[in-house]
């Protein structure tokens, strides 16, 4: 079959795909069991990604970024999808934290953290989801009370990618907490150093085991005022609208990886695979679910491909993006759970990568906007 190549695929972003999918099978997923165990991954991988120019790819070069265009960010989550691996929280550190310094940081606040962060130096976290509040972000509890030149923050977060290893968070608050969305307020947080800051466990998931999600508490953490992101409070809700179109195009980016690589993996397990005397693949059941698979692989690259044109172009709506994101995720579980069935007993084995791929992919419906969520943006569109 002809290799499809997406127009946003030029011969740079092409180059970088490929360096990128080697550096994740060498790097990551060739050390999965290590990762797994201490529930991390050590951060002489963030500093060879950032020697390899894998981090930060659409930052300026004037703050130590790439200076590429997000496509050249999207090439590298791809690629991780690609390789079958979720658990290293590049697309949080480079896709999200940077692109909220990059489009609502002051000077000094990208000065500050970006060339740090472009390196692997700093590794970077976001904080919206609360224990009682996950998609519903108007819902938050955590405080930034303004005292003097401070704020005092109080409250706490869960399911924070990166969260147990971060130098520093991008924490949406409350700076009034009687204002609704009115009152959300993103500021920056720098955690090395970080009296009443404290993580709680590693959460025990499902899949991707080698992250370090987890529990944070902030108890009267004292941060100037100069950490608010932003010109003045209460923009924060504003400001998470507008990014979470792109944090949906990089989950797609990372599905469509994966189905990719869950069909080839596949196609090639079964012609070699024997049963009755025939390889697996000879038998018309196994055929047919791989063309199937395969068409699902295609047509929703192809969807991908023009949501990322548009996104490039600056056209990409909300409810593209929510598309995007909830079609792509469904269709990642659909298409590996197929594939598991048909390495038989073996896809059950975390041995296998297709075992792996599937306890990552779940939940992929479910964080960036539950796809339940994803449904009332695109109805609302019609």
């Known amino acids: 079959m002809k290799k499809h190549v997406p127009s946003w695929h030029d011969d740079e972003v092409r180059a970088l795909s490929e360096l990128a999918i080697g550096f994740f099978e060498r790097e990551v997923v060739a050390h999965n069991d290590k990762w797994d165990a201490q529930h991390r991954i050590d951060r002489s991988v ?44 590049i697309s949080v550190h480079s896709g999200i934290v940077a692109h909220y310094l990059v489009e609502y940081g002051s000077e000094a606040q990208k000065k500050a953290w970006l060339p740090g962060m472009a390196t692997g130096e700093i590794l970077g976290a976001i904080g919206m989801t609360e224990p009682g509040a996950g998609s519903d972000l108007k819902a938050i509890k955590t405080t930034a009370i303004r005292d003097g030149d401070d704020y005092v923050i109080n409250g706490s977060k869960t399911f924070i990618t990166n969260g147990a290893s971060a130098d520093m968070i991008v924490l949406a608050v409350k700076t009034d907490p009687k204002a609704g969305a009115k009152g959300v307020s993103l500021v920056i947080v720098d955690l090395r150093d970080c009296p009443g800051f404290t993580v709680g466990r590693v959460l025990d998931k499902v899949g991707q085991h080698g992250a370090d999600t987890s529990e944070l508490s902030f108890t009267d953490v004292r941060i100037p005022v100069d950490n608010l992101l932003g010109e003045s409070e209460g923009q924060g809700f504003g400001q998470l609208m507008a990014q979470l179109v792109q944090e949906r195009l990089i989950i797609g980016a990372q599905a469509s990886g994966a189905m990719k690589r869950a069909v080839e993996d596949t196609v090639a397990y079964t012609k070699s695979r024997q049963a009755f005397g025939h390889s697996l693949f000879e038998f018309q059941n196994t055929a047919f679910e791989l063309a199937e698979c395969q068409t699902i692989a295609r047509t929703c690259q192809v969807f991908l491909d023009h949501c990322i044109e548009a996104h490039l172009r600056g056209e990409l709506d909300p409810s593209e993006a929510a598309m995007v994101k909830y079609w792509l995720t469904e269709k990642q579980c659909e298409v590996i759970d197929r594939c598991v069935q048909l390495h038989g007993g073996y896809g059950y084995m975390r041995e296998y990568l297709i075992a792996r791929m599937y306890e990552d992919a779940r939940v992929q419906k479910i964080y960036a906007g539950a796809n339940e969520v994803m449904k009332g943006i695109i109805a609302k569109s019609l």
């Open 46 to 89: 963030w500093h060879t990604a950032g020697q390899l120019g894998l981090l930060c790819c659409s930052v300026p070069e004037e703050y130590g970024g790439g200076g590429g265009t997000f496509a050249h960010d999207l090439a590298v989550f791809e690629a991780q999808g690609y390789a079958g691996d979720l658990a290293f929280g």
